[in-house]
């Protein structure tokens, strides 16, 4: 089960800030954590955090998940000291008004507040419509620009939502940026217990940078690892909430245990070999196709990665994804970590992962 300190880290994590292109917070958090377990441990020139087991055996399996998270980007200080800003990943707008945030300066945060004409003065048409972000500002409390200056805050500084973490039962967590620190999570708990155990491959578990513009950390980490297989955690729609269908997603639910996908992205004898895991082990899961064929998460990156590597994805149900209030739940994790290490404890290092064959 996941332990105290285990809970310390992930809290330490999820308090963390960084929006694609800006994740140094995460990079040393994740790095510190890793670093006792690890035969050997780096961060990349992009940002990802590399920690291996068994660096020189043959077989090397790869661990993924991005700690990058969405956020945005102060684009111009306006005379009045208010902050234009761009986002930074797919963002919905309605989420955004009135919701807190901080600026990452160079001196550290600064609060602030997107703010929105308020609806008393909007007309009926503006009521209806989707706000855009254009039409939005950060407001950090600033009356000019010198003043907004004065307190470090400079055009292109990263700005992501408040940290606002907690447990809203036992076992389910609430916080911003769920997506996707709690798989970088996952696998980094994973490594800790297989560092414990007699394993006869390499595995090299990377929190990855850049996810939310496009798998890049993804791209240049598999690149450098070559694994021969991977599994990549991310989180999944919770299908158990009005407006989702489970005719389009499958029947998801909160606390119900990892998901598992059947789709291009995921190796059928990889696959095969986590769902006999499963059985073998009562490890509870739930089966999906995913929201779309193939694509949209660091899995579809990996597996394309020089001669095409052997992928699975594990994602953690998430509740209200891309917005500040994501909520999942620690059974779903335990059971992704426990996926994750009694597969890879299974391996001979013989393996192939042809469909078909192995």
């Known amino acids: 089960m996941i332990d ?12 963390t800030c960084g929006p694609s292109g800006f994740e ?17 441990i780096r961060t990349d020139v992009l940002g990802n955090t590399i920690a291996r087991l068994n660096p020189d055996a043959e077989f090397q399996f ?27 990943g797919g963002i919905d707008p309605l989420t955004l008004p009135g919701s807190s945030v901080e600026i990452l300066t160079d001196e550290g945060h600064v609060p602030g507040v ?20 254009e ?46 620190k709690i798989g970088a999570f996952v696998i980094a708990e994973a490594f800790r217990r297989l560092s414990k155990r007699k394993i006869k491959v390499g595995v090299a578990c990377v929190g990855t940078v ?19 297989a991977a599994i990549a955690v991310d989180v999944g729609f919770a299908s158990d909430v009005p407006g989702i269908k489970p005719e389009l997603l499958g029947e998801i639910n909160l606390g119900g245990g990892a998901e598992l996908q059947r789709n291009a992205d995921n190796n059928p004898a990889l696959l095969s070999r986590i769902l006999n895991i499963a059985q073998k082990k ?22 394309m990665t020089r001669g095409g590597v052997a992928t699975a994805l594990i994602s953690i149900p998430n509740r209200y994804m891309h917005t500040p209030a994501e909520i999942c739940d620690l059974d779903d994790v335990e059971s992704a970590i426990r996926l994750i290490v ?7 290092g013989e393996e192939t992962f042809i469909p078909g064959i192995d």
Do not use: C
């Open 135 to 180: 039409d939005l500002w950060i407001d950090i409390g600033a009356g000019s620009k010198a003043h907004a200056t004065v307190m470090d805050v400079q055009v292109g500084d990263p700005v992501v939502f408040a940290r606002n973490f907690e447990m809203l039962s036992d076992t389910v967590i609430h916080s911003k940026s769920l997506d996707d």
């Open 24 to 40: 140094f917070e995460q990079a040393k958090v994740y790095r510190d954590y890793l670093k006792p377990f690890a035969h050997d």
């Open 210 to 228: 850049q996810e939310e513009l496009g798998l890049r950390g993804a791209i240049t980490g598999a690149f450098g690892v070559n694994p021969n």
């Open 282 to 303: 009562k490890i509870p899961y739930q089966m999906t196709t995913g929201h779309r064929a193939t694509g949209g998460t660091d899995t579809a990156a990996i597996q």
């Open 4 to 15: 105290a300190k285990a809970k310390k880290f992930l809290e330490e994590l999820l308090m």
């Open 62 to 88: 790869m661990l993924s998940g991005h700690y990058d998270e969405i956020g945005f980007q102060v684009v111009n200080i306006m005379p009045n000291g208010l902050l234009s800003f761009r986002p930074v």
């Open 114 to 133: 997107i703010g929105r004409k308020p609806i008393h003065l909007q007309t009926p048409e503006e009521r209806k419509a989707i706000p855009k972000i």
């Open 342 to 348: 009694e597969t890879i404890a299974s391996l001979t």
